[in-house]
């Protein structure tokens, strides 16, 4: 991990400290983004205009404001979720989609964002506004893509999937998110990850009889049944499953267990939460019906799920992606958006700048050099 100080620290003797200006106040105090600015410049811009989830109207604003000048374009907000589409009668359409909104700022000053040795700091540098400006420039300088493209900049990804703007898209609006093939430019650490897993999670019911704990052969405890429970999963081997040329590794695991009413008391109930990461090979349903053979014998309530996403890596579109960006291909391990282009029938993969164990961060940052790759990447698959 680099040594660069916090971003409340001052700058060391010798480093670059910058911030940025792709991005200024108009003449009525709206934020204006300059989309002939550099990558990183215009990076730092988005990021320096806070969007925390639910507060992402003015960025959506910027953006908008951005994109309806570009006559190549079609340009359509729903709420403070931004569409803008080519239609050039391509063979081919490509979806590049990003959230606009980040999880709140801590107390350590995540913003205004600056650069230290090559590197941005800063709320949204990691998750994922980077990705948010290589679209950005992809729109304003490919006027005759080789693709038709449509560009998603959508609200309210960090939080519950009730406000997700991509979702409500889905349902209100599909026709705007169709597409052969869709690219997710979450951070990545400038790899492809293709597709993503399942998740799903039950509640493992065990059964007593309430007794005073003085006397507890006059009961059952369900807390000591659930070591059977729990030493399934001990022994479980979980598998790894090819789809489309990559390897998911997949996990059951107990994440929770509570029972008990009071500490004089035999348990009459126990219940061990277990999430369980599948390969996009299977659906909620077939994913659901072996972790109940896993807990046979016991009472299992599905209580979330949703379902993953197939990379396609076998489509052409997958394949010319993958071709132009000569990069590592590596499956996407945990759950993603890419799962709702899925369930559209589209296959999806996510790539972007950015380390995803640095987003969240009080010292979220990236070297501005994954920036300017991802841009170069992109413009070499579609111009």
């Given at each position: 991990?680099?040594t ?16 940025g ?22 990076t ?43 239609s ?49 420039r ?7 893509p ?11 990804e ?5 406000h997700?703007?991509l979702?409500?898209?889905a349902?209100?609006?599909?026709q705007?998110?169709?597409g ?41 405890n369900a807390i ?35 029972g ?54 076998q ?8 071709e132009?960006?000569g ?13 709702r ?23 979220e ?19």
């Amino acid at each position: 991990m680099p040594t660069t100080p916090q971003t409340d620290q001052p700058t060391p003797a010798g480093a670059d400290a910058t911030t940025g200006s792709g991005g200024a106040p108009g003449a009525d105090g709206d934020v204006v983004l300059d989309l002939a600015s550099d990558v990183t410049t215009l990076t730092a811009a988005v990021c320096d205009v806070e969007s925390v989830s639910h507060g992402e109207a003015q960025l959506a604003d910027a953006i908008e404001a951005a994109l309806r000048p570009l006559g190549h374009l079609e340009v359509t907000r729903d709420g403070n979720t931004v569409v803008a589409r080519t239609s050039l009668g391509r063979s081919e359409r490509v979806v590049l989609a990003g959230h606009i909104d980040t999880v709140p700022l801590t107390s350590v000053p995540n913003l205004p964002t600056r650069q230290v040795n090559g590197e941005l700091w800063g709320r949204g540098t990691v998750d994922m506004k980077g990705g948010v400006a290589v679209m950005l420039r992809v729109a304003a300088q490919l006027r005759e893509p080789n693709r038709d493209l449509t560009f998603l900049f959508y609200e309210c990804e960090e939080i519950e999937a009730a406000h997700n703007g991509l979702a409500r898209l889905a349902q209100t609006q599909p026709q705007l998110l169709e597409g052969d093939f869709a690219v997710l430019l979450e951070p990545t650490d400038g790899g492809i990850e293709g597709g993503c897993k399942g998740t799903l999670r039950v509640e493992v019911v065990t059964k007593g009889i309430a007794a005073h704990s003085a006397r507890p052969w006059k009961g059952h405890n369900a807390i000591h049944d659930a070591a059977t429970v729990l030493s399934r999963l001990t022994a479980y081997e979980a598998e790894t499953v090819t789809v489309d040329g990559l390897d998911y590794h997949e996990a059951l695991q107990a994440v929770g267990i509570s029972g008990g009413i009071a500490g004089n008391v035999v348990p009459d109930s126990c219940t061990v939460t277990v999430n369980y990461r599948y390969a996009p090979d299977k659906d909620t349903e077939q994913a659901l019906a072996h972790v109940r053979q896993v807990f046979d014998g016991f009472d299992v309530e599905l209580t979330d799920a949703a379902d993953g996403a197939r990379p396609g890596l076998q489509l052409p579109a997958a394949k010319a992606f993958i071709e132009a960006l000569g990069v590592p291909v590596r499956p996407k391990e945990g759950w993603t958006d890419v799962a709702r282009f899925s369930a559209l029938g589209i296959p999806a993969v996510n790539y972007g700048p950015g380390d995803p164990n640095l987003a969240h961060m009080d010292d979220e940052r990236c070297p501005v050099e994954q920036y300017t790759q991802a841009e170069a990447a992109m413009l070499r698959w579609l111009a």
